[in-house]
């Protein structure tokens, strides 16, 4: 009896102790303080072949070349051919025919601020998140970064600096940004801004968690960059390459990056960091059209191509804690809307449960605990304009070495890697059945709103004082204009339908400018500044301006000293297409800014 309650004593002793140790290890599962900061650079328009660890010759990227060495590397990865497209995927982790952000303007360049989106899942299980650079998915509520998850954002607005959405005169070189969307002065060049901005941000916050999303514009046009980044190509421009100053905006990228790794490494945050390097889309200075300049790592295609270049770009991540490391390669078909799914394995995140995303959870080959990633169709499909993208026209619909392109040319991406020998002959079967899934991937977008209706800038919030709308993203006809340039030459363009939500019953004010506020000068005259010497003004002449909104139409006549032209108007809550517009000799065309506040209530 004695000998039996003694191993009976032990028994219970041991199992207490596996309870508790068990409770422990899944204490330590669900710890945050264990959970790994993720830092997500991005580039704009640097293709597969813009970097010397992808065999190109004469670029310079030695950061990014040492860290493709520490990395694991989704060698077949792939996004959309234009930026919006491809950051909303990313964000939102479904693709741009589902989340309804397929183009860069004419309002399907805005969230629609009813998904859950990349930055929401990491600050709902308790991570600090930011964003530095480029957003381009919405420039008013709510699809701003700050609306979409984002606890501190850094940026310019719209598609690039200099665009005519974003702050007046700003040129890359000591611009104003947004913080949480108030203006600020900068001092430097844009890439070094996002990057020193992010590097403080991760001092402040080296306690962790952390989630920092940085998204460069760079090497997007306009190519500039300082002399000494750009000098050391000059002699291959024209000659090996297109432009020297593409490839000196990559080279200072490359540095930032370096500086960023560095300084991960000296704080001891490396270990414990996930960090991915990825690219936005093909490349678009970096290879001539003709292919006779650049490097494409022996494929065809270019931004916004359907091609394989214009889609398949770099994408390299480590995590040395997980092993994530090393210089393997997985070449098994991936793609941006992976991205959730994969970094919420990864870090042990709950995923919220309206999220129903398009992509698959990859992280258990990144972890080495399963062989292979299962096989199935991606998708491509965009449209430069507010209806939807076609269903085959302009499509890629991609599944293992197969890429079918507009229904009708079967490419071997493994045999043939420049697609020139069309193989829809060969494999009839295959191409039926690309169609048969992209026809049913096609009908189930048809059923999401998201699909069907605009993203709406909503009014009156208290989120958003002051709304601005442009030019640049009004509906219409006509092709966009989206410089600064082009506002101070006085072009002219008939796009003038702006969607809106009127949140609030009240009364709303609408103001209508030639110039941007931060940029005041007469509607019939020209600034009283010019920011950096940046402009040659060109006066319009309107006499009138109109705005109709809610089956009602507004005019007022234009003085010659007005800088705006205001309208207070009385409207009850709900949905209209705004239209606003300047009169000149009896033809029509949108006003370049329109600002929109709720009076308040005296």
């Not at 991570?127 to 701003?144: D, E, Q, S």
């Not at 005169?169 to 901005?197: A, I, K, R």
Request: aromatic share 12%.
């Amino acid at each position: 009896m004695h000998k039996f309650h003694s191993e009976t004593v032990f028994l219970i002793i041991l199992l207490l102790f596996s309870c508790k140790k068990v409770k422990q290890e899944e204490k330590k599962i669900i710890d945050f303080s264990e959970r790994p900061n993720v830092i997500l650079v991005m580039t704009d328009d640097q293709g597969i072949g813009d970097v010397a660890c992808h065999g190109n010759p004469w670029i310079k990227t030695p950061n990014i070349d040492q860290f493709y060495e520490e990395s694991v590397r989704l060698t077949d990865f792939h996004v959309s051919p234009l930026c919006t497209p491809t950051r909303s995927a990313l964000i939102t982790g479904v693709y741009p025919i589902n989340n309804g952000v397929w183009a860069t303007f004419k309002g399907r360049d805005m969230l629609h601020g009813t998904l859950p989106t990349m930055p929401e899942v990491f600050k709902e299980n308790g991570y600090t998140t930011a964003m530095f650079g480029k957003w381009h998915l919405g420039n008013n509520y709510p699809a701003r970064p700050t609306d979409e998850g984002f606890d501190y954002a850094v940026h310019h607005s719209s598609g690039g600096v200099g665009e005519l959405s974003d702050y007046w005169g700003n040129n890359y070189f000591d611009d104003t940004y947004l913080v949480n969307n108030e203006p600020q002065q900068f001092t430097g060049y844009c890439t070094d801004v996002w990057f020193n901005e992010a590097i403080d941000f991760i001092k402040e916050n080296k306690e962790g968690p952390f989630f920092i999303y940085l998204p460069t514009n760079a090497p997007h046009h306009p190519l500039y960059v300082a002399e000494n980044y750009s000098g050391p190509y000059k002699s291959l421009e024209g000659k090996k390459i297109p432009s020297a100053e593409f490839y000196g905006m990559i080279t200072n990228i490359d540095e930032n990056f370096g500086k960023l790794d560095k300084v991960l490494k000296e704080l001891e945050l490396d270990d414990n960091t996930i960090v991915i390097f990825c690219t936005d889309n093909g490349s678009q200075f970096g290879v001539s059209e003709d292919y006779s300049l650049g490097w494409n790592k022996g494929f065809r295609g270019r931004k916004s191509d359907k091609l394989e270049a214009g889609h398949r770009v770099p994408f390299f991540i480590r995590w040395p804690k997980a092993a994530i490391m090393g210089g393997k390669d997985i070449d098994e078909l991936t793609s941006h809307v992976d991205l959730i799914p994969t970094l919420a394995g990864l870090a042990n995140l709950k995923l919220p449960e309206n999220f129903n995303g398009d992509g698959i959870d990859i992280s258990k080959v990144l972890l080495n605990q399963t062989e292979k990633i299962e096989e199935r169709t991606v998708f491509v499909h965009h449209r430069q304009d507010y209806r939807p993208p076609k269903p085959i026209e302009g499509s890629c619909i991609m599944n293992g070495k197969w890429r079918l392109l507009n229904g009708d040319e079967l490419y071997d991406i493994i045999e043939d890697p420049e697609q020139l020998n069309n193989l829809k002959e060969e494999y009839p079967e295959i191409v039926s059945k690309l169609l048969g899934e992209n026809e049913n991937f096609i009908s189930q977008a048809e059923q999401k709103e998201t699909y069907r209706s605009l993203a709406y800038k909503k009014i009156g919030s208290d989120s958003q004082k002051k709304t601005k709308l442009t030019v640049q993203h009004a509906i219409g006809e006509d092709g966009p204009i989206w410089k600064q340039e082009e506002i101070a030459a006085g072009i002219k363009n008939k796009n003038a339908l702006h969607p809106i939500e009127i949140l609030k019953k009240g009364t709303y004010r609408f103001s209508c400018r030639r110039w941007p506020e931060e940029c005041p000068g007469s509607i019939q005259g020209i600034p009283k500044e010019n920011p950096k010497g940046l402009f040659s003004y060109t006066p319009i002449t309107p006499q009138k301006v109109k705005i109709s909104l809610f089956g009602k139409t507004y005019e007022k006549n234009v003085l010659p000293n007005d800088e705006r032209v205001v309208f207070e108007i009385d409207l009850e809550p709900g949905k209209t297409m705004l239209e606003s517009q300047f009169e000149e000799d009896g033809d029509m065309y949108g006003v370049y800014y329109t600002y929109i506040e709720r009076v308040p209530e005296s």
